[in-house]
């Protein structure tokens, strides 16, 4: 036979049990989380007394921006990889400018003279800024990578610009073959040469 908790058991902590005999029903109140909060429900407070700490905010042009950059970084160093260098430069740009901008956040005016301005850009979201600057970074951090694939693309065409040429006018695979012979001796010419 199965063993079944006793459904008096002070350990029950079932929230949808009927109250024991005896006992009034008691209106429904969010369970506290661990000791976490006031006891009132509300969740856990920050070491300054205010709420915990935001969470992304999709209105916040600095927000925005840090995670704009992260996918267009993403994105562009894909296209870099997979030989479409103009789409990875563009993207790798973007993911440059949205970068440095969610980094960087706008300077507010200072109500009065003298007067302390406020914090902006990432550094007005406090113990949120966190996860916001790392895809700030990671984006600078990928939008690197994707303009140096996309230069070194472009590089790559104007030095060995003959082959290149004469691989695009081949009418033949035996005529693409030949033009291997454009290519140096090298690494680079081992990844560039037309395969059989």
Do not use: H
């Not at 901008?101 to 005016?109: C, H």
């Not at 695009?168 to 291997?180: F, G, I, R, V, Y």
């Amino acid at each position: 036979m199965p063993d079944r908790r006793q459904p008096d058991s002070p350990t029950d902590d079932n929230p949808f049990a009927a109250p024991p005999e005896g006992r009034p029903d008691q209106p429904w109140q969010p369970r506290n989380g661990g000791g976490d909060g006031d006891g009132n429900g509300n969740g856990p407070k920050d070491s300054d007394g205010g709420r915990g700490p935001a969470r992304w905010d999709p209105t916040d042009p600095i927000q925005r921006r840090a995670r704009y950059a992260l996918l267009a970084g993403m994105w562009g160093f894909f296209f870099g990889i997979f030989g479409i260098p103009s789409v990875g430069l563009l993207l790798g740009a973007l993911a440059l400018y949205w970068g440095i901008s969610a980094l960087r956040g706008k300077p507010a005016p200072a109500t009065a003279e003298g007067a302390p301005a406020a914090p902006t850009g990432l550094d007005a979201l406090g113990p949120a800024a966190r996860p916001q600057r790392t895809a700030a970074v990671s984006g600078l951090v990928t939008a690197a990578l994707a303009i140096l694939l996309a230069f070194s693309s472009y590089a790559l065409q104007l030095a060995y610009k003959d082959f290149y040429v004469c691989r695009d006018d081949a009418l033949t695979k035996s005529a693409e073959l030949q033009c291997n012979t454009l290519l140096p001796d090298n690494v680079v010419g081992d990844v560039l040469k037309v395969r059989q």
